[in-house]
């Protein structure tokens, strides 16, 4: 039973996928909740993209780790803040519909 290689298209395509999953869950959802998770999603297919192509490309060095990694932990912020953001909004309004809420318009 051989082992059968994986290829940086392979990688390319499912980091397309996720991509196009999230901008169509940030495009289309109405719960804040269900925006963030869409952008985590976008974030991840980014990080696979960065990942495939060091390893690709450029195995001997750490480039598209890194860089992935400082996106997770870019991730992780925003996702911290805008939580808070959402449970004050929820607060206010008692509710998380993003076409609801407009006080931030002038």
Same mark, same amino acid.
């Given at each position: %039973?051989?082992?059968? &290689?994986? $290829?940086?298209?392979? =990688? ?6 996720? =991509? &196009?999953?999230? %901008?169509? $869950?940030v495009? &289309?959802?109405r719960?804040? *909740?269900? #925006?963030?998770m869409? @952008?985590? +999603? %976008? /974030?991840?297919a980014?990080?696979?993209?960065l990942?495939? =192509?060091?390893? !690709?490309l450029?195995?001997?060095? /750490?480039?598209g780790?890194? #860089?992935a /990694?400082f @996106?997770i ?7 911290? #803040?805008? +939580? ?5 909004? !929820?607060?206010? =309004?008692? $509710? *998380?519909? #993003?076409?609801?809420?407009?006080? %931030?318009k002038?």
């Amino acid at each position: %039973m051989g082992s059968a &290689t994986i $290829g940086l298209n392979h =990688f390319l395509v499912l980091s397309g996928i996720l =991509f &196009t999953i999230g %901008m169509f $869950g940030v495009l &289309t959802r109405r719960n804040a *909740i269900a #925006v963030l998770m869409s @952008t985590e +999603l %976008m /974030f991840n297919a980014v990080n696979i993209t960065l990942v495939a =192509f060091s390893r !690709y490309l450029a195995p001997a060095a /750490f480039t598209g780790q890194i #860089v992935a /990694f400082f @996106t997770i932990i870019i991730a992780a912020a925003e996702a911290t #803040v805008a +939580l808070a953001i959402v449970l004050l909004i !929820y607060r206010s =309004f008692q $509710g *998380i519909n #993003v076409d609801r809420i407009n006080f %931030m318009k002038w």
